[in-house]
């Protein structure tokens, strides 16, 4: 060390243009080297770095806040709740209009109504009285049958006696066979309402029936995306927009923000050069000028995977906005008097995860 210095002290008087050093300037100069060299040895080492890591945070709801907003665009009928009102899951928060989908609706309704009809009376068959019905119509074709069959016979008979001539004969035995074909019919139409409907009748009866479901199901899903419904137990945070606006798919059109604020966690901002020491557990806790001293505890409760640019502004004029950081969420043990959004500082203590330890280093 002490050559180091006298080596050095050689070097700025040679850059100064001192070519030769007289034997009496160096005796000069070597006390002063000889007493720097001995205050440096004496001096105490460095202090440790901190345990505590700072940043600025932003009270949110344990849901973290959502924006809610249809996924069509339209005019605004209703919105049913304002800011401050409970809302449940699942529950209409706002409606647009929709005569043309409710009209829709309705029209897919009875078509299915009917098909249910129609695929129940083929599956069940004919009733009794489709039966008598249809037997009465067989045996009034086999008389007329009979009848065209004696006719015919007969007037063969003449034939072979020459006493008509044969289109006489040609013109009977046609109609035999025309009385013939009906009395088939009838027979084929009533054993079928015997043997109840063919299979392939109800197979179609039933294709018809799903497509009829499926088009009362479509109509419900588009009349859905008229209501905007939402999507947890929660607040409502803010209301955006207001019966007779319109909204769009083509730009952010928010309706309401809602959020869960029976519990409130804080979100902040670590920078990357101190990234690495935040953990899972750790103990941490938050200020605020308008708590005074109070001081707002928690734990880290989850870190972000991936570095992000900076989103927590603090308006102050030596801040860096170019720096990189990355998110930290908080969980706290007591958010009582707290609201969401409001902006705090957060001091992480990344040498403790217990409550004791945290207290213990706050109050040292």
């Not at 309705?106 to 299915?112: C, F, G, K, P």
């Amino acid at each position: 060390m002490r050559l180091a210095f006298i080596l050095l002290i050689l070097l700025v008087l040679a850059v100064a243009g001192i070519h030769t050093v007289a034997p009496d300037m160096l005796t000069r100069y070597l006390p002063t080297v000889h007493n720097a060299t001995q205050a440096m040895e004496a001096a105490p080492p460095l202090a440790p770095a901190s345990v505590w890591i700072a940043g600025v945070g932003r009270v949110e709801p344990v849901s973290e806040e959502i924006d809610l907003a249809f996924e069509i665009s339209g005019l605004i009928e209703s919105v049913t709740v304002n800011e401050g009102d409970r809302v449940h899951r699942g529950q209409v928060v706002a409606e647009l209009q929709s005569a043309e989908s409710r009209a829709r609706l309705e029209t897919a309704q009875a078509e299915l109504e009917g098909l249910q009809a129609e695929y129940d009376r083929t599956l069940a068959g004919a009733r009794k009285e489709e039966k008598s019905e249809s037997w009465l119509i067989v045996q009034r074709t086999r008389v007329i049958m009979d009848n065209a069959n004696t006719e015919m016979q007969r007037r063969q008979e003449l034939l072979e006696q020459t006493l008509i001539a044969p289109e006489e004969v040609d013109r009977a035995t046609t109609e035999f066979k025309v009385a013939k074909r009906e009395h088939e019919e009838a027979m084929q139409r009533y054993f079928i309402t015997l043997n109840q409907s063919r299979k392939e009748d109800i197979l179609l009866a039933e294709a018809r029936l799903k497509a009829g479901r499926t088009r009362q199901a479509e109509a419900e899903a588009q009349l859905r995306t008229t209501q905007l419904r939402s999507p947890l137990d929660g607040t409502v945070l803010r209301r955006y927009r207001h019966p007779g606006e319109n909204v769009s798919i083509f730009f952010a059109s928010p309706v309401l923000r809602v959020g869960d604020i029976s519990r409130l966690n804080i979100r902040t901002e670590i920078d990357e050069t101190d990234f690495n020491k935040v953990a899972v557990g750790q103990r941490a806790f938050a200020t605020c000028d308008a708590f005074g001293s109070r001081k707002i505890t928690g734990k880290v409760l989850r870190i972000t995977p991936m570095m992000g640019t900076k989103q927590l502004l603090t308006e102050s004029p030596t801040e860096r906005m170019d720096s990189k950081v990355i998110e930290v969420i908080l969980a706290l043990d007591s958010p009582s008097g707290l609201v969401s959004g409001l902006i705090v500082d957060v001091f992480i203590n990344t040498a403790s995860s217990s409550t004791g330890e945290l207290k213990s280093t706050i109050r040292n």
